[in-house]
């Protein structure tokens, strides 16, 4: 009989898995599989206890089946899972439409399991870069402390460590006034706003006869 699974990392690990009668001196070798890929190094450590190596992967809710060497069977639905996705930190241009690489772990080894949403919305052309890290490009947003939340092949991680930069847009007017005798004139304004855009300045010319 299968009790339970201690979880492993994406990078894969060892595990102990509980139950009973996993005396070997009764039921010969054991053989183990976590969702049906063969748990490696088993130690037996006694009847209710054993070890083993599980490959690398990401999810949660696979099945565990252990088989006595009389072909005694013991299969555990759905009772093993990997860690989830944690983040740690979060580097680049942090602006919309910027690149970032998120930094963490258990983020595993295909991007087709991978999401990331920053404020709720789709950080796009996502690339894994390993099993901690992964790259994308900003959505448009603004505010500090923004959540950034990683979804690997259904288990979800967030930490609030995003925050757009501010932007000042600097407009500049200068207006030329030709008068009488050929003398000229001029005076500039300029304001300035916070935005998440880029800059601009425009330039006006005026000629009074």
């Known amino acids: 009989v299968v009790f339970s699974s201690t979880r492993a990392p994406a990078v894969g690990g060892r595990v102990t898995i509980t139950g009973l009668h996993f005396n070997p001196a009764s039921h010969g070798?054991?053989?183990?599989?976590?969702?049906?890929?063969?748990?490696?190094?088993?130690i037996v450590h006694n009847e209710t206890t054993l070890s083993c190596l599980v490959v690398a992967g990401v999810g949660a809710g696979y099945d565990v089946k252990v088989v006595a060497g009389n072909s005694t069977s013991f299969i555990a639905a759905g009772i093993f899972s990997y860690l989830g996705p944690m983040i740690n930190s979060i580097s680049g241009n942090q602006v919309a439409g910027?690149?970032?690489?998120i930094s963490g772990?258990?983020?595993g080894f295909n991007a087709a399991f991978v999401n990331v949403l920053i404020g709720g919305h789709v950080c796009t052309s996502l690339a894994l870069l390993n099993d901690s890290a992964v790259s994308c490009f900003a959505p448009n947003g603004n505010g500090s402390n923004v959540q950034v939340n990683i979804t690997v092949a259904g288990q979800?991680?967030?930490a609030n460590i995003f925050t757009y930069k501010v932007i000042v847009l600097s407009t500049t007017i200068t207006t030329t006034a030709t008068v009488a005798g050929g003398q000229s004139s001029?005076?500039?304004?300029s304001s300035s706003r916070a935005t998440s855009s880029s800059s601009s300045t425009l330039v006006y010319s005026t000629a009074v006869r």
């Open 29 to 42: 070798a054991f053989n183990v599989t976590v969702n049906r890929a063969p748990c490696s190094s088993i």
């Open 186 to 189: 001029s005076s500039t304004s």
């Open 156 to 158: 979800s991680g967030a």
């Open 105 to 107: 772990s258990n983020f």
């Open 98 to 101: 910027g690149q970032v690489v």
